[in-house]
């Protein structure tokens, strides 16, 4: 029997200063406070990715680090996702982070360093802590024109409007969202975490033109929906537009396959799901051959 065919949308690492002590960042970053001061809260640095893969059956892995709101930051992990990528370009996708709030001519100026250096998309972006929602229409307009001119895919965190609240939930909230993907049309965007529910509205009039090029991922979902939230994806925007994601280390890799295995999927959606919608992505982003 061959061998499973997953591709991970959406996992996090970070550089190893940080895996191997926290403490400093804690104070340096507020959102990074909110979601890792509990000792308890997994971080892993870019070189133990390969082993959690291997041991969960993972073909290849889009690979994030943390959405900082400071550049110095975003660039220091951008440094190890290069240097992971570098070393396992068979089986690591890199995405990168910026911090236009900060800076928008630095911000700019890390896309083309990042483009040139191997990675294919920025993410998991957080727009309400990293400033996108309150770009004007020309920073927007500039930011969106720079990540198509290199052909790079978004991963954008998302938030859920209602239900429990959590470290890092976020006001990246389905209303807001929608209206910065208005302004983001024919970039490939993963919106995390069943897009914080922004999929169920897709049958509203207009709605689904804006999210043609937006995928979802499953990440979290296990602690956020019930199994049956798939399906309802499913029906909202097509199996082909879901992407497995795990969030590891936040949640271990076996909980999000388990939780699509109780989802009731066929055969033919879950080898959608699993690997080859987020094999379609990857092609969209050059990151893999087309």
């Not at 959102?31 to 133990?48: L, N, Q």
């Not at 236009?100 to 998991?124: M, Q, V, Y």
């Not at 006001?171 to 983001?184: D, F, N, V, W």
């Amino acid at each position: 029997m061959s061998p499973p065919q997953r591709i991970d949308a959406h996992v996090h690492v970070f550089p190893e200063d940080v895996a191997a002590d926290r403490s400093r960042h804690l104070v340096m970053d507020p959102a990074f406070r909110e979601m890792y001061a509990d000792p308890g809260a997994a971080i892993i640095s870019a070189g133990e990715i390969l082993p959690a893969m291997d041991s969960a059956g993972i073909a290849r892995s889009i690979v994030c680090g943390f959405g900082w709101a400071s550049g110095d930051l975003c660039r220091a992990n951008n440094d190890a996702i290069i240097e992971s990528v570098a070393r396992h370009p068979d089986r690591i996708t890199g995405f990168g982070t910026i911090a236009p709030d900060e800076s928008l001519t630095d911000a700019l100026t890390e896309i083309d360093r990042i483009a040139a250096a191997g990675l294919r998309g920025l993410g998991e972006l957080r727009p309400d802590t990293q400033g996108l929602f309150d770009l004007d229409t020309d920073a927007e307009g500039a930011l969106a024109d720079r990540i198509r001119s290199h052909g790079m895919g978004l991963l954008l965190h998302a938030s859920e409007p209602l239900g429990r609240a959590y470290p890092g939930k976020g006001e990246a909230t389905p209303e807001r969202l929608y209206g910065l993907l208005q302004r983001l049309t024919t970039i490939p965007t993963i919106l995390a975490h069943a897009g914080g529910g922004l999929p169920f509205y897709a049958h509203l009039r207009g709605v689904g033109d804006v999210l043609a090029d937006v995928y979802v991922d499953t990440a979290a979902m296990p602690y956020l929906y019930a199994p049956a939230a798939v399906r309802t994806l499913i029906n909202a925007i097509g199996s082909e537009r879901i992407l497995f994601a795990t969030d590891y280390p936040l949640m271990p890799q076996e909980r999000v396959i388990r939780y699509l295995d109780e989802a009731g999927l066929s055969t033919e959606e879950m080898e959608r799901v699993m690997f080859r919608n987020a094999g379609d992505f990857l092609r969209r982003v050059r990151a893999v051959q087309a």
